[in-house]
C-alpha cells in the first residue's frame, strides 16, 4: 500500500447549492398566497422592486365624487354597518330571565360561561371556582344547572355522556330505554357490545339499534355551531377550459402581486461611491433573479399542469370516475425533470376545471393491479367501487372486507388484498362489517 504524501489533480462535476437556487426551488413550491407574502417582504429589503397588487385599484378623487353625486340616498345603509361578531357568551345570557336572577347568580352564571370550551363542554374545576368567587358551592352547582337548561341542548356538559343524555332528556323525554343506556351502558353501547346491554335489559337488538339511530341524529359538539368561522376563498393557480378545440390551459396569475425595477432609483444611485453602488447592483442581481424564477416557476407549472391534462383528458371531459392511475414519476420522465420538481409544483395548488376545483395532488392516485395484464386501474376507482358495494349490501349481513376483494375480482376484475381494502375503508371512514350490522 502507498501511503506517500502527494499533489494529485481530479476533475469533479457536481452540483451547488447556491443561495440563488435555493430560493428557485423555494418559489416552486410556493402557494399563490406564500409567494404573495414572499414578494411583498422582498420589496421591504430591496430597493430596487416596486410592487403593486393588481386587484387594488388607485383612487380617483374627481371619479369617485362623481360617482356618489349619481348615487341613491336610500341606498342599502344597512350593510355598511360592520359586522359584529355574536359570541356564545351573548347568545346564552341573551336566553337568561335577568329579573328572576340576582347580581351575585348572574355574576356566578357568566364565570361558568367563561369555563366553556368552543365545542360548548364545561371544562372548570366547581369546588375552584366557588372559592375564586366567595361562594358557595351550592351556587355554583346551581349556576351550571341554569346554563344546562339553554339552547342549543348539551350546552355546559361535562363529558360527552352528559352532553347526549341532555339532549335525549330535552329531545325525547319519554325515552326511558335511551336515557338508561347512556346513563348505565356508555361504553359498551358504543363498543356495539349490544347482545349483553339486550340480556340484561330485556329488549331486543332492534330496539337498541333504534336508540343508536337517535344517538346518530345528536349533536357531540353543540357550541360549535355558535362560532362564526371566517370564510375562506381558493384561488386556482391555473385553470382548464373547454372549447371548441378542445381543452385549455392558462394560468391565473391576477392573484399575484406585480413587480417592476425601480428605474429612477437605480439611475440616481448607480454611480455614487463604490459602496453604495455595490449595494445598488446586488439589489439589481437579486431582483433580476427573483424575476426569473417567478418566469421558471410559471414555466415548470405550466408544463406539469398541461401533462396532467393531457393524462387526465378522460376525467376533464367526463368527471371523477374517469381518473385514470399516474404517478409523479410519470409526470416528471416525460417531462424530462426530477420527481421532487413535480412534487413541490404541486404543492398546495389548486386548478379550476368545468366539473369544479381541485388540488393538483388528487390527480396522483397509485396503481391498482387488475386481471387484464395490460391494465391498471387507480386507488381512486377502487374507493369508489368499494362505497357503491356498501351502499348496496344488506345491511343484515354487511360484507366482509375479504368479501369485498372477492367482488372487486369477480365483477370489475381489481385484484388487492384485504389489508388495503381495509385501509382505504378507514380513509373513507366506512366502520367494520360489524359494526356497520342492522338488526330487524
Known amino acids: 500500500m502507498n501511503l506517500k504524501a502527494g499533489l494529485w489533480q481530479q476533475q469533479t462535476l457536481k452540483l451547488a447549492m447556491t443561495q440563488e437556487l435555493s430560493q428557485a426551488i423555494a418559489l416552486l413550491q410556493y402557494s399563490a398566497q406564500e409567494l404573495a407574502d414572499f414578494l411583498e417582504n422582498k420589496a421591504l429589503e430591496n430597493p ?18 362623481n360617482r356618489r353625486r349619481h348615487q341613491k340616498s336610500e341606498k342599502d345603509w344597512i350593510e355598511q354597518l360592520a359586522d359584529k361578531p355574536f359570541s356564545l357568551e351573548d347568545h346564552l345570557i341573551s336566553q337568561l330571565n335577568l329579573a328572576n336572577l ?65 339532549q335525549i332528556y330535552y329531545q325525547n323525554p319519554t325515552n326511558e330505554l335511551a336515557q338508561t343506556i347512556i346513563s348505565n351502558y356508555f361504553v359498551p353501547f358504543a363498543e356495539k357490545k349490544w347482545k349483553q346491554i339486550a340480556k340484561e335489559l330485556k329488549v331486543s ?14 349533536d357531540p359538539k353543540p357550541g360549535a355551531m355558535l362560532r362564526k368561522e371566517i370564510t375562506t376563498y381558493i384561488i386556482p393557480d391555473a385553470i382548464v377550459e373547454q372549447s371548441t378545440e378542445g381543452l385549455t390551459v392558462r394560468m391565473f396569475d391576477d392573484a399575484l402581486p406585480r413587480i417592476s425595477l425601480n428605474e429612477s432609483y437605480y439611475k440616481k444611485f448607480k454611480d455614487q461611491d463604490q459602496q453604495v453602488s455595490r449595494f445598488i447592483q446586488d439589489n439589481l442581481q437579486d431582483y433580476q433573479w427573483i424575476v426569473k424564477s417567478i418566469e421558471q416557476r410559471k414555466e415548470t407549472l405550466t408544463r ?90 344488506n345491511k343484515e349481513k354487511p360484507l366482509s372486507d375479504q368479501e369485498i376483494v372477492e367482488h372487486l375480482k369477480e365483477t370489475n376484475g381489481i385484484v388487492v388484498s384485504r389489508r388495503t381494502i381495509a385501509k382505504y375503508r378507514d380513509q373513507l371512514g366506512i366502520p367494520s362489517s360489524s359494526k356497520r350490522k342492522r338488526f330487524n
Open 304 to 393: 406539469v399542469v398541461a401533462k396532467i391534462v393531457e393524462k387526465q383528458t378522460a376525467f376533464f371531459q367526463k368527471g371523477a370516475r374517469y381518473l385514470v392511475p399516474m404517478t409523479m414519476k410519470e409526470i416528471a420522465a416525460e417531462l424530462d425533470v426530477h420527481e421532487s420538481t413535480v412534487s413541490r409544483a404541486v404543492r398546495e395548488k389548486y386548478v379550476q376545471t368545468p366539473t369544479g376545483t381541485f388540488t393538483l395532488k388528487s390527480f396522483f392516485t397509485s396503481t391498482i393491479q387488475t386481471v387484464a395484464a395490460d391494465e391498471n386501474t387507480s386507488s381512486t376507482e377502487v374507493k369508489n367501487a368499494i362505497n357503491q358495494f356498501i351502499d348496496q349490501e
Open 102 to 166: 340576582s347580581a351575585e347568580q348572574l355574576r356566578v352564571i357568566r364565570y361558568l360561561i367563561h369555563n366553556l370550551d368552543e365545542n360548548g363542554y364545561f371544562l372548570g374545576d366547581l369546588g375552584e371556582i366557588a372559592a375564586t368567587l366567595r361562594v358557595s358551592d351550592e351556587l355554583v352547582e346551581d349556576g351550571l344547572a341554569v346554563i344546562q337548561t339553554l339552547e342549543p341542548a348539551g350546552i355546559g356538559a361535562r363529558d360527552l355522556q352528559e352532553c347526549l343524555l341532555m
Open 205 to 218: 337488538l332492534k330496539e337498541i339499534q333504534d336508540v343508536f339511530d337517535e344517538v346518530q341524529l345528536l
Open 48 to 65: 430596487l422592486m416596486q410592487i403593486e397588487n393588481g386587484n387594488v385599484q388607485p383612487m380617483n378623487p374627481l371619479m369617485d365624487r
